[in-house]
């Protein structure tokens, strides 16, 4: 089977350490050699005590003075579901392989220790990031995004014990100087942001009085939905307390309720008020989960998918279904200097 190209998501992060220190050689520091997280086994963070799943960057390289890393997501013990495609039978047979049940590796019979410590598991996800001083760029996958590198980033470095426990690692997103310039040349007159009202999940168990006595009896399990997220937070905000303590029977994720905030002034502003209002603007490409729409004085609009960095790079997949890592890394490192080149990106930190 040959080799096949499918087309990826590439993201620019801007990196902010609140330190003020660029994260390359950070990593660096935690990661090579000498570092005091040099191996895998030493840098999985775990993402609830409770239970086996775990974070950590496995491979880094470089490739033409940029640092490439591999965050994986993991899941110890966990079952693969697959499907046996028999053409005579009504229908196709649904099983499991557990990670036990990874072939070995073809050569001599390995030892029991020697199996301890080469454990087979299943990878629920990859993330791919390359990083130049405080420039990042970041392909995701399904369950991995730029959030969870942060949060993770955020740990290894101060477990690594290169930041102070009160410095904070933040990946932001940038526009591109051309919707900079759009919005110098034209400043914006209204903004509109809106974020669907959504709930997550809270398992209850409740206490079931018993119908012999007056005694508690058995426990039941019992879902409730309580709305959170921008939109909660922003009627939180207009309405102090008005969605304390409501619990829903139903999630509202398909309910389709949208909160709708419009910042704008009417006829005329002042020069310190048109400040602000820029401000708004360009600071909300900070924020991911919100539908934004930037009115601009004298007509036209800009979207919240112009308020951040990206674009799509070609990439080629082995018949096995794995990435060729060679060229997703020269992908990742064209694409980053194609940017600097056409000055999309600041470069007042200098790269070399």
């Known amino acids: 089977m040959a080799n096949v190209k499918k087309t990826k998501t590439i993201h620019y992060k801007n990196v902010v350490l609140s330190s003020?220190?660029?994260?390359?050689?950070?990593?660096?520091s935690a990661l090579d050699a000498n570092g005091s997280l040099h191996k895998p086994a030493l840098r999985q963070q775990k993402l609830n005590e409770e239970d086996?799943?775990?974070?950590?960057?496995?491979?880094?390289?470089?490739?033409?003075?940029?640092?490439?890393?591999?965050?994986?997501?993991?899941?110890?013990g966990k079952h693969q579901p697959y499907i046996t495609l028999d053409d005579s039978a009504e229908y196709?047979?649904?099983?499991?392989?557990?990670?036990?049940?990874?072939?070995?590796?073809?050569?001599?019979?390995?030892?029991k220790k020697t199996r301890q410590r080469k454990r087979k598991e299943f990878i629920d996800s990859i993330l791919y990031f390359g990083v130049i001083e405080?420039?990042?760029?970041?392909?995701?996958?399904?369950?991995?995004?730029?959030?969870?590198?942060?949060?993770?980033?955020?740990?290894?470095?101060?477990?690594?014990?290169?930041?102070?426990?009160?410095?904070?690692v933040s990946l932001q997103d940038k526009p591109?100087?051309?919707?900079?310039?759009?919005?110098?040349?034209?400043?914006?007159?209204?903004?509109?942001?809106?974020?669907?009202?959504?709930?997550p999940t809270e398992k209850l168990v409740q206490s079931i009085p018993s119908k012999k006595t007056d005694t508690i009896g058995a426990k039941s399990s019992k879902i409730r939905f309580s709305p959170f997220g921008d939109?909660?937070?922003?009627?939180?905000?207009?309405?102090?307390?008005?969605?304390?303590?409501?619990?829903l029977e139903d999630s509202l994720d398909e309910a389709n309720i949208q909160v709708f905030l419009e910042i704008k002034y009417n006829r005329k502003t002042s020069e310190s008020g048109q400040a602000v209002m820029d401000q708004i603007a360009t600071s909300l490409r900070h924020n991911p989960t919100s539908d934004v729409t930037i009115n601009l004085k004298g007509g036209g609009?800009?979207?919240?998918?112009?308020?951040?960095?990206?674009?799509?790079?070609?990439?080629?997949f082995l018949p096995s279904g794995l990435?060729?890592?060679?060229?997703?890394?020269?992908?990742?490192?064209?694409w980053l200097y194609d940017k600097i080149g056409s000055n999309e990106i600041d470069t007042s930190t200098s790269i070399e």
């Open 92 to 111: 196709y047979t649904i099983d499991a392989l557990s990670s036990e049940l990874i072939p070995e590796e073809e050569g001599g019979e390995e030892t």
């Open 134 to 168: 405080n420039h990042l760029v970041v392909i995701q996958s399904a369950a991995l995004n730029s959030r969870h590198l942060e949060a993770h980033l955020a740990w290894l470095l101060g477990a690594s014990g290169n930041i102070e426990n009160s410095t904070t």
């Open 231 to 247: 939109a909660a937070n922003l009627i939180n905000a207009i309405v102090p307390d008005f969605l304390k303590g409501i619990s």
């Open 301 to 316: 609009r800009i979207t919240g998918d112009e308020l951040k960095l990206s674009g799509s790079i070609r990439l080629e």
């Open 20 to 28: 003020g220190q660029a994260l390359e050689p950070l990593l660096r």
């Open 176 to 199: 591109s100087e051309s919707v900079f310039k759009r919005l110098e040349q034209t400043p914006a007159k209204s903004i509109h942001v809106g974020a669907p009202l959504a709930s």
């Open 52 to 76: 086996s799943t775990v974070i950590f960057i496995n491979r880094f390289s470089e490739h033409q003075g940029m640092l490439i890393g591999q965050l994986v997501y993991l899941e110890t």
């Open 323 to 334: 990435i060729s890592e060679a060229s997703l890394f020269h992908e990742m490192h064209q």
